[in-house]
């Protein structure tokens, strides 16, 4: 069965500190994207990553296909970061059945 | 609207009732997905509409469950004799094209309670 693995599941750390959280896959992919949901079940796309790096203000995201391995970064956090914060992957070959999800990583940023 | 509209946001129902969760796409995304996270758990694929295609249906978890997609419009998933274990949130999201390299769009969600 193909996988998302994500770590940490939990993550408590102070306001400003950097912050990672990392995913990894087990088969080729077409595309990862990063979510974010609040704690009232809603989802925001973070970022959709096919390969290299983005960045969208204190958030980067890297990805290394050779690897089957990304990072989300969070630079300066802040309390309204906390959130989980979920991989997902587009898995190639075909098929049309979506995206495949980690479990989330927990993260709670205290002031 | 601007973003994916999913009504209701909040269902609670007993057990054995039919009950239709709804789904308004961002207009002109061709791409809907129905998507379930059940408590404690990671989010699972139940079902995927692209244009005027068959549906691919590979991730609904019994034949209880069945959506449609008119006009290539809103799309309705339904629940048939709701047990316990349907408690979940639903999840719509939409995308331009069909694949993963196009950014996805996701709804609030629907919390559904089968008490």
């Known amino acids: 069965k193909n996988e998302v693995e994500q770590s940490p599941q939990n993550l408590t750390a102070q306001e400003g500190e950097f912050i990672t959280i990392n995913c990894s896959y087990s088969?080729?992919?077409?595309?990862l994207h990063w979510l974010q949901q609040h704690p009232g079940g809603g989802i925001v796309s973070l970022f959709m990553?096919?390969?290299g790096k983005k960045k969208h203000g204190r958030l980067i995201a890297t990805i290394n296909i050779q690897e089957k391995h990304s990072s989300l970064h969070i630079t300066a956090s802040h309390p309204r970061d906390s959130a989980v914060y979920i991989c997902a992957v587009q898995y190639s070959g075909g098929g049309a059945d979506g995206l495949t999800f980690g479990k989330g990583t927990h993260l709670i940023i205290q002031p | 609207g601007a973003g994916v509209s999913q009504s209701p946001s909040n269902k609670v129902t007993e057990k054995g009732k039919d009950v239709e969760l709804r789904c308004d796409p961002i207009s002109g995304h061709t791409a809907l997905y129905w998507y379930r996270q059940s408590l404690g758990q990671g989010l699972e694929f139940l079902i995927y509409f692209q244009g005027n295609s068959a549906p691919d249906k590979s991730g609904l978890p019994s034949d209880r469950f069945s959506a449609e997609r008119t006009g290539g419009s809103v799309s309705t998933l339904t629940i048939q004799r709701t047990q316990q274990e349907d408690s979940a949130v639903y999840l719509c999201?939409?995308?331009?094209?069909?694949?993963?390299?196009?950014?996805?769009?996701f709804g609030q969600g629907t919390r559904l309670t089968v008490v």
């Open positions: 999201a939409s995308s331009l094209a069909p694949g993963g390299n196009t950014e996805a769009f």
């Open positions: 088969v080729g992919i077409s595309a």
């Open positions: 990553l096919s390969s």
